[in-house]
């Protein structure tokens, strides 16, 4: 067989084995072409959240399609998208517009680019960013300059921008987090604070208390510096609210979303911010316009696609859903604790997360591939960070399922040594 032409993302060819070729999806399960079934334990990298193929949003999509497939959004709208924003403002109260691209990481440059607009438009032009430490926000240029620095941007620090950085608000180590965002408001002018609400999600799963949000947001509107909060991963449910910034009661001024807002069937992201912000671009001065846009910006197909994951929210018990993965972890990680090898069981919602103690710090560079490995042997499909495996399932998963993803981490990580 020749080698496939095709360049995985986050893959290293020269060392990782050829793809698995996956043929259908369905529920909490994908299955390869000769009927192999594995469990998607990270939602197909956090973006599926009622399940694969759910029939309501297949439907919309299919009847979207024989509608309208596609149409430039500059001069033209279309109802799904008219309608979404509707919808998106319902779940994001305090909110007053709606921007559409079609990434997570565009999403955020685009709160980057309002932001920086916003400041400059009403005469005090500022362009500072504040961001978390270990905080992750994509990987385009401006998104990776806002996130955590490492092995994986390090050949294009040179175009990456400076941001200030706040220590992570370790339990116990709020203050610390609190009176550097203080410093920074006082003495460095920020244009915005951008950061992921209650859990840190590629910088390892690392979760904060709501408090340190709230507290977070109360000093950024003392000093008028816009809060940013991306909730491209924390977003639909997966913190067992709709929103994580609903824990905190916080009204971020621009919030990004993305993943599971089609319920993880077709790329889309929206930017939502405050009035303040729109009515800064809002001018008879066409300098002022808002320059973004997209090629696929606000795909019909797509929006109807968010439209029907909004009506599975209203019609089917997701809440009751969502608190009963939170016990089912509470339960698995309860199990996987009083095993020898894991330290730092932690969980919000759906998301639970666990560290594998490691002894020889040789294997700390490969443990998370030779985790993967050996996981998806037992055909459970999760993609530890570094050290920390997390399970991240989609909302239909089962306790049979679920209790076959904890029973794997216990085998796997015992087999190690
Ligand atoms: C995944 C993610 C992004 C980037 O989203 P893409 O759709 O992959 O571009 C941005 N911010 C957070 C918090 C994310 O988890």
């Not at 995985?8 to 009927?35: C, K, M, N, V, Y």
């Not at 192999?36 to 919309?60: C, E, F």
């Not at 991963?233 to 919030?255: F, K, S």
């Not at 960070?385 to 239909?396: E, H, S, W």
Request: hydrophobic share 45%; net charge negative.
């Amino acid at each position: 067989m020749t080698r496939s032409p095709v360049w995985h993302p986050f893959t290293q060819h020269a060392l990782q084995p050829d793809a698995t070729l996956i043929a259908r999806g369905e529920g909490a399960w994908l299955e390869t072409s000769d009927g192999r079934r594995i469990l998607d334990g990270i939602s197909s990298w956090w973006v599926v959240t009622h399940g694969h193929r759910h029939p309501r949003i297949v439907a919309a999509i299919k009847s979207q399609i024989d509608l309208l497939d596609q149409v430039i959004f500059a001069g033209f709208t279309h109802e799904p998208a008219e309608r979404l924003a509707g919808e998106l403002l319902q779940i994001a109260p305090g909110l007053s517009h709606v921007f559409y691209t079609d990434s997570g990481s565009t999403s955020v440059e685009v709160a980057l680019k309002m932001a920086l607009g916003y400041w400059r438009n009403i005469g005090h032009p500022r362009s500072r960013i504040v961001a978390l430490e270990h905080g992750y926000h994509g990987d385009t240029i401006g998104t990776m300059s806002a996130g955590a620095r490492g092995v994986f941007n390090a050949a294009y620090e040179p175009l990456l921008f400076d941001v200030s950085r706040l220590p992570f608000p370790h339990a116990g180590q709020e203050q610390a987090t609190l009176d550097a965002l203080e410093a920074a408001c006082r003495t460095e002018n920020p244009a915005a604070l951008i950061v992921e609400p209650l859990i840190l999600g590629a910088g390892g799963m690392l979760m904060y208390a709501p408090h340190v949000l709230a507290e977070m947001a109360r000093i950024c509107a003392t000093h008028g510096v816009l809060l940013i909060a991306d909730e491209v991963m924390t977003g639909w449910g997966r913190t067992g609210r709709m929103l994580a910034c609903e824990h905190a009661q916080v009204v971020p001024d621009i919030l990004c979303l993305a993943k599971g807002i089609t319920g993880g069937s077709l790329p889309l992201a929206v930017t939502l911010c405050k009035a303040s912000i729109f009515d800064a671009h809002h001018s008879a001065d066409r300098a002022r316009t808002f320059y973004h846009s997209s090629s696929y910006t606000a795909n019909p197909v797509a929006c109807a696609a968010a439209l029907a994951n909004i009506e599975i929210w209203k019609t089917e018990p997701v809440e009751q859903r969502l608190s009963a993965i939170a016990g089912m972890h509470q339960a698995g990680l309860e199990r996987l604790s009083q095993l020898p090898g894991f330290s730092d069981a932690r969980q919000l919602g759906t998301v639970a997360a666990i560290d594998v103690k490691v002894n020889n710090p040789g294997y700390l560079a490969d443990i998370g591939p030779r985790l993967y490995a050996a996981l998806i042997e037992r055909d459970v499909l999760l993609r530890p960070l570094g050290n920390t495996i997390y399970v991240m399932p989609p909302y239909c998963v089962t306790v049979e399922d679920l209790d076959r993803v904890y029973s794997a981490i216990a085998d796997a990580v015992q087999a190690f040594d």
